[in-house]
Structures are given as structure tokens and as C-alpha cells.
């Protein structure tokens, strides 16, 4: 708690003592979305107290301080991975830290690979509710109580309210087709899964794959924040579409998906009470 306070402080400090209302994470190949937001602090994580440093391409490392249609955000232009050698409190770090600078609701965005037979390259995935199949998770060890309980519920893990919104807003925007909505299974990585770990992952309910989400949205939900969470579809793991990926194909994938995914968070950040 010492160091989430110290890491707390100092962004006020150096911010103007700015307070943001919602909590932004953008995922692997999906930081265009900073573009649009009015950006009056911009802070690095290399110089944050007790903030990790991103090291995956596409990842900026940077917290964004500004306005986005009309509201006050914090942006994450950058996350943590467990397979980058990070701890789970040190992945979750910077989740904990926008609560304690004031956010009321976080919103949540990765890169994924798709599971479900229906899914195309670039479709956006609404996470209605994951499978956590990290080693561990950012609650293992000593609770820290002044941010929530021992045990917190994970009934509903993603706002039920914020997903009906974020549908919403899909159809308003033209593009509901390409939205839908699934169960996202969160590995460690960093390597792709084989044939029959997707296979495998499909059966136990999985719509979509990826390497992260899952720990920061346990976070949040232990500390009560709401969260509405998006993937993008970048490749497609069903076995009529499987075929050998690399990281580039995913970052073009994630490109394309970007201006719909970008209209999309700003319309439910417009919306929100």
C-alpha cells in the first residue's frame, strides 16, 4: 500500500492534482485510441515510483492524463504480462494505482486469438466472463484490506450494464455485426497454443485466447470497479481457419480493428452517467 500511495502522489503532484473519472488499458497493437484523447499530462512509467517498464513492441509505456468525449481518463498506453517476468501485484500495479487517483470505472482492451468458428479477423469480442488459466493470480499472499475483501465475488466479472451500453453503441455506430459477445481464456504464454491446447481451450468454453486481462480485471473487481472489457480478433484459432501466426499479422489485425474499436469506447465513455 506504501508503494501504490507513493506511485498515487506523485502522478497528482506532477498532474496538476488531476482527477480521472474512468481507467483505460490499451492492449498489444491498440494504442491509436490515445490520439482522441485530449491529452494535457503525459507521464512515463520509467518515471513513475514502483511502475514496471514495458518491454513488448507496441506497448508505448505511458500514462495518459487527459479528456475523452468530454470525460476525464487516465490511459494505460501499455500493459504488464506475467511472461515478461513481472509478478501478478507488479502486472496489476498500475490498476491499483488509478483507483486510488479516483477512477469510477475501468475499461479494458487486448489482443486475442478467435476460437469461435464464427469469428473473423478484426471482429471485436465483448468478454462476458473469462477462464483464468494463469499460474496465479494478484490476490495470492497477504490481502491488502484497504483495497477489498479476502474473498470477492466474481459472479460478474464484467458489468453487466456496461456490456448491454457498449451493444448499444455498436449498432449505432453501424458495425454491431462485427461485434459480439464471448468468453475469453486468459494463458501465460508467450508462445502461441498448439493445435490441441485451442482445441482443448474451445471445449472448456473459450471464444477467445489471449495472455492477458484476466489479472487486472481480477484487481478491479476486487477493489469494486466495474470493468467492460474488448478484444480484438486477430487471428483465428478454430481448426477450419488455423494456420501458422506471427506477431506482425497480429499487429495489422489489431490495426485494422482500431478505428472501431476506438469509436466504440469513446461512444460508452460519452454515455456514462
Not at 470477492?152 to 462485427?178: I, N, V, W
Amino acid at each position: 500500500m506504501a508503494q501504490l500511495r507513493e506511485a498515487a502522489s506523485h502522478i497528482q503532484t506532477h498532474a496538476a492534482g488531476f482527477q480521472p473519472e474512468f481507467g483505460i488499458i490499451l492492449g498489444t497493437g491498440l494504442g491509436a485510441l490515445a490520439k482522441e484523447v485530449q491529452v494535457e499530462h503525459t507521464l512515463s512509467y520509467a518515471d513513475l515510483p514502483h511502475f514496471p517498464v514495458s518491454t513488448v513492441e507496441s506497448h508505448a509505456g505511458r500514462l495518459l492524463l487527459g479528456t475523452l468525449g468530454g470525460r476525464r481518463v487516465a490511459v494505460l498506453q501499455g500493459r504488464f504480462h506475467y511472461y515478461e517476468g513481472y509478478s501478478m501485484p507488479e502486472v496489476v500495479f498500475p490498476v491499483r494505482v488509478l483507483k486510488l487517483l479516483g477512477i469510477q470505472k475501468l475499461f479494458v482492451s487486448n489482443a486475442a486469438g478467435g476460437l469461435h468458428p464464427d469469428f473473423g479477423i478484426s471482429d471485436l469480442m465483448l468478454i462476458e466472463d473469462h477462464i483464468n488459466l494463469q499460474p496465479t493470480n494478484p490476490l495470492v499472499g497477504p490481502n491488502l484490506d484497504e483495497l477489498g475483501p479476502r474473498f470477492p465475488d466474481m459472479f460478474a466479472p464484467y458489468d453487466h450494464q456496461l456490456l448491454a451500453q457498449a451493444e448499444s453503441a455498436a449498432r449505432e455506430l453501424g458495425f454491431g455485426p462485427r461485434v459480439r459477445r464471448g468468453v475469453y481464456a486468459s494463458l501465460p504464454g508467450p508462445m502461441l497454443e498448439t493445435p490441441a491446447e485451442y482445441r482443448y481451450l474451445r471445449t472448456i468454453g473459450a471464444d477467445a485466447v489471449g495472455m492477458s486481462t484476466v489479472p487486472e480485471v481480477i484487481a478491479a473487481r476486487h477493489m469494486e470497479l466495474p470493468v467492460l472489457a474488448i478484444s480484438v480478433i486477430t487471428d483465428l484459432a478454430s481448426p477450419q481457419h488455423l494456420k501458422p501466426v506471427n506477431i506482425q499479422h497480429i499487429l495489422a489485425a489489431a490495426a485494422d480493428a482500431e478505428p472501431r474499436l476506438t469509436a466504440l469506447l469513446k461512444r460508452v465513455v460519452e454515455q456514462q452517467a
